[in-house]
């Protein structure tokens, strides 16, 4: 029951998640925007997209999960139906005669044509103390059988109500994918609208000289992250086939040995505030104050890497004229 709540309180997540992403305000037409006011509505619109998606994995990987519970009821539900059928044949051989309802008591009569058959008095004992001993053999037989049955209902009841919740789960997954396909084509076009104003920011896509009085640690990453420069963006990428902006910060740091969280809010907390004055190459920077939607890595000289929005690739941008105004440390 508690995964079954919680694939609940998963699909009611994506719910009020795509409700935030219905509730978001109409997008300005692209002659009343600035560049940095077109970039900061497409990654504000990515990050929904993503979150989104982080959601739905979960509830499939649930559905998934559930499906294997049924499999499994189902393989205990073909043992119990045959232990099941073994008991009710044996009680067909061995309680012939045996008059029972719902449960087993040895007729007095038995034990009688036991005395009177015998020839001597040990012989009659020997065949009471043997009826006695078939009987209390066969109470337990029938209690077993009665069990299993029992068993093998609750399990076929189990499995129809598995059944009907994993449809309804599939039903809102379905659901929940084309509201997600939907938005994502919302999200192209308003990148092809306002691509004219976009082309502005066109960044370095080769690596660019660092200072000469930066860390080894920090050298160390962004070396590793201009390694993905010109990979494209991929919502909820976190490889070098496609990273989204926090998937490529987790795979650089994470391949220098230093383990971050996944998505930019996590990233943004993990990471020490600092100000502005106090940057350094290898620091983290955000487009918000807290809750960010997009990050990237400060690499000096005014200049700072990103996998940047829906379109775009990783590339190198200028910090001061971007919309990236708040600043985190994870480096020593």
Known sequence: MKRNNGIAAIVASVL?????CNSVPAFAEPNDLTLEQAVQNIQEYDNEIEYNMGKLNQLKEQILEKENDIKDNQVKLDLTQTQFTE????????????????GFEATP?????????????LDALKRVSLISQICTSDKDLILE????????????????KENEELQTDKDDVEKQIKDLEDKKDTLLKYVQDNNALLTGDIGIT????LPSDITDQAKGVIEEAEKYLKVPYLWGGESPEGFDCSGLMQYVFNSKGINIPRTSQEQQSFAKPISMAEIKPGDLVFNKVSDS????????YDMYIQAPHT???VKISKLSTSNMKYFGRVLN
């Open 109 to 121: 009569l038995q034990y009688l044509d036991a005395l009177f058959s015998s020839g001597d008095i």
């Open 311 to 313: 379109g775009d690739v």
């Open 16 to 20: 009020l998640i795509t409700s935030m």
């Open 293 to 300: 939607t997009h990050v990237g890595m400060y690499i000096g």
């Open 145 to 160: 059988t009665k069990k299993s049955e029992d068993q093998l209902l609750g399990i076929k009841n189990t499995i129809e």
């Open 206 to 209: 080769i690596p660019v000289t």
């Open 87 to 102: 008991r009710e044949n044996q009680l067909s051989e061995r309680l012939k005669g045996i008059q029972f309802n719902g």
